[in-house]
């Protein structure tokens, strides 16, 4: 069975790769194999294959069997902006529809566990009219939430968690970060995210260094993911 979910975070670097690719390698070391999407991703670097983001290619190493780099990331666009902005500087439109298509051709590959990275948070814009919620819309797959732990993290998780099922669809775990370790209290926060958030938390990953997907791993929790009784569809 496939299982598919979309990952998004309550803001901007807050560590979605970072778990993506932690939850990836932690599938791999069940013997599963996986795959990861990152639709569209600003913010790539100039080489000799073209261009590349280091998210994408996180991701990338852990894909087992191998993703060609432009099945994996089909829009690379090169300043580190927000995605519709520089898709328009570039010339490029973007849709829910076109990055679904992408998605899709990399499930027809039936990876055990496919992971579909957005950019940013659950709004951020693709053109005048969608955002990428409506591209995880038009997938119509459960949802993973990385929520960064640092001050209003609360607020930005429920908030996210609300317009998640207000756009009808599952939350299916959360992870939390730490991105601030100096976070005042972290340990009342996540009493309150796992009281108020209406899914189950799949780990809490600190701050590693140094930083790899197998260190990121070993703090987190597949089961309630992986699991035939999860909804995914085959």
Request: charged fraction near 15%.
């Amino acid at each position: 069975m496939s299982q598919r979910y979309f990952v998004t975070g309550t803001d901007t670097e807050i560590g979605k790769t970072t778990i993506a690719a932690g939850l990836l390698h932690a599938a791999r070391l069940r013997g599963l194999s996986t795959a990861a999407v990152k639709p569209v991703a600003a913010g790539c670097e100039t080489t000799v294959a073209g261009l590349r983001n280091d998210d994408a290619l996180a991701l990338q190493a852990e894909c087992n069997p191998q993703l060609d780099y432009e099945l994996l990331n089909p829009v690379a666009l090169a300043p580190p902006i927000a995605p519709h902005i520089a898709a328009r500087e570039a010339g490029l439109t973007l849709t829910a529809g076109q990055l679904a298509a992408a998605c899709s051709r990399v499930f027809e590959r039936g990876a055990q566990l496919t992971l579909v990275e957005g950019a940013g948070g659950w709004r951020v814009p693709l053109n005048d009219r969608q955002t990428l919620a409506d591209l995880a819309i038009e997938l119509g797959i459960p949802v993973i939430l990385v929520v960064g732990l640092r001050l209003g993290c609360i607020n930005h998780a429920l908030l996210t968690a609300e317009a998640i099922a207000a756009d009808g669809l599952r939350l299916a775990g959360w992870v939390a970060n730490q991105v601030d370790p100096q976070m005042d209290r972290q340990q009342h926060n996540l009493q309150t995210l796992r009281e108020l958030l209406p899914a189950p938390c799949l780990g809490v990953v600190p701050r590693i260094e140094p930083l790899s997907a197998a260190a990121v791993a070993a703090h987190l929790q597949l089961d309630t993911l992986i699991a035939p009784t999860s909804g995914m569809s085959s």
